[in-house]
Structures are given as structure tokens and as C-alpha cells.
């Protein structure tokens, strides 16, 4: 599985546009980037996933670069409720089981 | 709330004690996972299941962990002579297939 290297912590004002970057540099063809949200005392929620250029749903948007050796995960206009934990994936889809590393710890101040 | 349910939520126990979490998965999901996350790390995967064949075991599961789905719905995690080390959260999930997986809130264990 290709080794994934992200900040450990970010800091945020409210209102503000947030963008974490995820480096990959080893990723494989058949691999996703896959990003999971971790609040305190709960177990990771999947927020978004994508194999090339973007994808955007309801939470967030993922940018991947032609070269897909890195991932930026964008959260617009975040609030208090987005402070948390973020985790970058990279793997096949659907790939069993789930490696997290030490993930990014995004604190957003009012 | 995901529907994935863990009990206990919290368990404090002395060293060389046995203790069981309970992982109950949403119903139709038939694969079921455990991971094991300690303060400052994600999550590491320990063990699957799909439906009541456990498919993968990590290098962690040392021989005094034990898990079991013996019906394909709940799971049991069961640690025995607890040691100081096993202090950790530890995180249940269930996906349909190779579908997204759910968490649970987890089970905090802390041995004194």
C-alpha cells in the first residue's frame, strides 16, 4: 500500500476555506484516495473519495493532479463542528483492510 | 449515529483480567471489521469477518485476543490476562461487501 504523508495539525478560522494536501508519492494505477473524518470519542466517517482530477459531494471536495502522486481534500467555509481529525487513504477501492496513518488534526477557531 | 452499535462504551479493568466488547453491524452488512486506535494514532486494522468466516487476522491479534461472529450478525472481541498495553480504543465496523465501511463509537479500554 502506498505510504501516505500529511500535516499534523492545522489551525482555521470559521468562515474560512480549509485545504489539507496528502502526499503519495508510491500510489499504484488501481488505487483511490479516500479521506475519513474522525470527531472525538467516534469512530472515522468516509467523507469523500476519487481516482483522478475532482470530485466534490455534499461535504467536501478532493483535487488529485495528473500525476496523482498527492491529494487535496478542500472543506469550504468551515465551522466549530469541523474540528477533527482527517485521514488520508490510498489503496484499491474497496480494499480490506482500512490503514490510517497518524491523520490531520484540523482545529477551527471562532 | 451510523446504526453500527458498541457495548460497552467504557471498561476499566485491573491487569490479568479477561474482558469482551460486543460489536452489533448494521443488519444486512455481512462483513464486519475491529481495529484498535491508541491516543494520538488512527486506527489499525486487527481483524475481519465475513459473515461468521474470519477472513484476515493481524500481526497484532496476539494468541490472547479472540474474536467471533458465530451467526454473521454480532461479534464478540475478547482480550484475556489484560496488560497495560491493550489500553486503546477499540473501533468496530461493518460494510456491505467491499462497500464503504461504518463505524462505531468504540469501546475505551483502560487497564490499570
Known amino acids: 500500500l502506498a505510504k501516505t504523508t500529511q500535516p499534523i495539525s492545522m489551525d482555521s478560522y470559521e468562515g474560512q476555506e480549509v485545504n489539507i494536501t496528502c502526499s503519495h508519492n508510491n500510489i499504484a494505477t488501481n488505487d483511490y484516495i479516500t479521506w475519513y473524518q474522525q470527531f472525538p470519542s467516534q469512530g472515522p466517517r468516509f467523507i469523500i473519495q476519487?481516482?483522478?482530477t475532482k470530485v466534490t459531494n455534499e461535504v467536501a471536495s478532493l483535487f488529485i493532479p495528473a500525476d496523482r502522486k498527492s491529494s487535496t481534500l478542500s472543506l469550504p467555509r468551515v465551522s466549530l463542528s469541523d474540528t477533527a481529525v482527517y485521514y488520508c487513504?490510498?489503496?484499491?477501492?474497496?480494499?480490506?483492510?482500512?490503514?490510517f496513518g497518524k491523520g490531520t488534526r484540523l482545529s477551527v477557531i471562532a | 449515529d451510523t446504526g453500527v452499535s458498541q457495548n460497552p462504551r467504557h471498561k476499566i479493568t485491573k491487569r490479568g483480567q479477561n474482558v469482551t466488547f460486543r460489536c452489533d453491524p448494521i443488519s444486512e452488512h455481512n462483513r464486519l471489521y475491529w481495529y484498535r486506535q491508541t491516543l494520538g494514532q488512527g486506527p489499525e486494522f486487527l481483524t475481519y469477518?465475513?459473515?461468521?468466516?474470519?477472513?484476515?487476522k493481524s500481526r497484532l491479534l496476539s494468541d490472547r485476543f479472540s474474536a467471533e461472529r458465530p451467526k454473521g450478525s454480532f461479534s464478540t472481541l475478547e482480550i484475556q490476562r489484560t496488560e497495560q498495553g491493550d489500553s486503546a480504543m477499540y473501533l468496530c465496523?461493518?460494510?456491505?461487501?467491499?462497500?464503504?465501511?461504518?463505524f462505531g463509537p468504540g469501546t475505551r479500554l483502560t487497564v490499570l
Open positions: 469477518f465475513q459473515n461468521e468466516a474470519q477472513l484476515e
Open positions: 487513504l490510498v489503496g484499491p477501492q474497496g480494499n480490506t483492510p482500512l490503514v
Open positions: 465496523a461493518s460494510s456491505l461487501a467491499e462497500n464503504e465501511q461504518f
Open positions: 476519487g481516482y483522478k
